[in-house]
């Protein structure tokens, strides 16, 4: 049996589907269902067990498990609650790894771009010691993920135990199917598709910094099916550990990933600018690009989707048909 924590979010939905589509039907979901109906992003799938998180613990005692993908988290990089957040991003987290390393049972987690803060330190995923000190999150979500990044280094270094596969992943921005439950944290393509269809006009944010146009604000925008694929390996590749970058490399605009969206659909651009609110211009990110040379030496091939093809796959294949979810 493999577990998924967080797998009726975003991207452990997915992860599931790819689980599923592979064979496996011993998947055990650990999540919370809510009543946005996330429970959509599961309802193609098959599961072998749905453990909410409060009786995690418990229900692991006495069983052996494959693996564990631990994607479960206050994501919302505007959370201010700080007890929830330590509890669901650093105290869980821990009792997990505490759990796969008395088990020997591998473990796979998320980590964060957000933990690279205004990249002024760059976006290398060094995972020693001292260079996770270096870094400076801008938020609540990044200092979290930093803080588990850097109990898991700290455990390397003192030679603690660990489980047999001990891997994060730093996720940069990922956007595809399943998002559609994140509100104000879904892709801005996703956010906007209904307004880009309906040929409404599409507001994206003015630069506030000197250098940078309006909209040329650039992220690493990386499809989840690039994500999943990147799970699916170290999954299949059990040698492998450490600290990794999952992006595409490439730091694209946002008024790219807008545009295309007009030319999947085959409308014409409708964009104005508007300004930043004045609460999030100090905790702005204008740019990240992931190093993946890490992920690629590991051994890694799988490639990742070109921008623009991902958008049109996003559009046709699901936002732009009754049912989006996979």
Known sequence: MLL???????IGSNVVAA?????????AVCDILGSDGKWRNLAKRQLADFVPPAELIGWLQGRRLDAVIHLGAISSTTATDGDLV???????????????????????????????GDGERGFDDDGSVAALKQ?????????????FDLAVAERAARGEKLPPQCVGLKFFNVFGPNEYHKGTMMSVLARRFDDIKAGRVVQLFKSHRDGIADGDQRRDFIYVDDVVRVVMWLLATPSISGLFNVGTGKARSFKDLILSAYTALGLPPNIEYVDMPEQIRGAYQYFTESKVERLRQAGYNGGFTALEDAVETYVKVFLDRPDRFR
């Open 135 to 147: 870094l400076r999150p801008m938020n609540l979500y990044g200092w979290s993920k930093n803080l």
């Open 19 to 27: 689980l599923n589509d592979a064979g496996r039907r011993d998947v």
């Open 4 to 10: 998924v924590t967080g797998g009726a979010g975003f």
């Open 86 to 116: 330590m509890e669901a991003n650093f105290k869980t987290p821990l009792r997990l790894l505490d759990w796969c390393s008395a088990t020997v049972t591998p473990l796979i987690y998320a980590s964060s771009a957000a933990t690279y």
